[in-house]
């Protein structure tokens, strides 16, 4: 059996988020048709039917839009069966002839589903990873180097290579297709990285970087990261290490201690030392290498430790 680390990106079109996120959830193979046939059942239970249904798919910036929390407040939580019947009534409708209570029922079944999708990671064992940059950080003008991840990247799969040295397990890497040029030129420089560089060496011993690309629409855990990916983007924060760009706090106040419940933690020896580690880690500069600069530490906060899941309180 092996874990599969599902992927997905934020913030890379640079209009909007406060950051660019790479990363995802990792789950192991046997909990892989467990944790699809509960979000999808967590999906109708929330909405009637399922998005797809609709034309539509599980993504962050469509279930945690400001809009989406501010018609939920409109009245009371309604009820399971009020819920799904005037939230099917909302996407069925498109723009056209939508009244208040499906704009609220619509709005409340998208934050039940995220909240359910949150349960659902914990419940099924899920580990997250991400590496977070700064959305404006400049792009070096000088060529880069062919063997050479950006440096979030190689803290990306470092910390998925603790996670599967320590399960003595061996890792797949699953990505969101988008943009076929784009995807070759990423999977061409991971190659070279795993192959000619003494970690990338080292690492392939766990991760197999010969990567899988699947349809997010058709995927739930690319979905489900994307989830996760979202709200790290605009709801986990690491003050210390100078990450403290504009948050929303109705996705950091519900949804920040999940995500640092979820993601990975670990002691770990490399090079000789031990320290302690985590999932979501924090790269002010990562083209430094890419530049000759000197590579700093990225540490981070640590996080409570791993808690029994709570439901959080209706809004």
């Known amino acids: 059996m ?14 909007t988020c406060p950051y660019e996120v790479r990363g995802g959830i990792a789950l192991h193979a046997g909990q892989l048709w467990p944790f699809i046939q509960a979000v999808r059942s967590a999906e109708e239970s929330a909405f009637g039917n399922t ?9 962050g910036r469509i279930l945690l839009d400001k809009d989406r929390f501010r018609w939920a ?19 069925a409708k498109g723009h056209a002839g939508r009244d208040r209570i499906e704009h609220t029922a619509y709005g409340q079944a998208c934050i039940t589903l995220a909240r359910d999708i949150f349960r659902l990671l914990h419940e099924h064992y899920a580990m997250l990873f991400a590496s977070v940059i700064p959305a404006k950080v400049a792009r070096p003008t000088t060529p880069r180097p062919p063997d050479l991840l950006r440096k979030d990247h190689v803290r990306l799969f470092e910390r998925f290579f603790y996670f599967l040295e320590e399960k003595r397990d061996q890792g797949l890497l699953v990505f969101d297709e988008t943009d076929k040029v784009q995807d070759r030129k990423f999977v061409a420089r991971l190659h070279r990285y795993f192959t ?12 197999v970087p010969a990567p899988l690309f699947v349809s997010s629409d058709m995927t739930y855990p690319v979905q489900a990261a994307d989830i996760c990916i979202y709200c790290i983007n605009w709801g986990f924060r690491l003050p210390s290490m100078g ?13 920040g201690p999940l995500l640092a419940r979820l993601q990975y933690q670990g002691d770990v020896v490399a090079d000789r030392k031990e320290f302690h580690t985590y999932g979501i880690a924090y790269v002010p500069d990562p083209y430094s290498e890419w530049t000759q600069k000197k590579e700093e530490a990225t540490p981070s906060e640590p996080p409570p430790k791993r808690q029994p899941f709570g439901r959080a309180s209706n809004l």
């Open 2 to 15: 092996a874990y599969l680390l599902f992927l997905d990106e934020s913030g890379h079109d640079h209009q």
């Open 51 to 59: 998005l797809a249904s609709f034309g539509s798919e599980i993504k």
């Open 73 to 91: 407040k409109q009245r009371d939580w309604l009820d399971g069966d009020a819920r799904r019947k005037h939230a099917t009534s909302f996407l």
């Open 196 to 207: 000619r560089t003494d970690h990338g060496r080292l690492w392939s011993a766990w991760i």
């Open 243 to 255: 990450m403290n760009g504009q948050e929303r706090k109705e996705i950091s106040q519900e949804f």
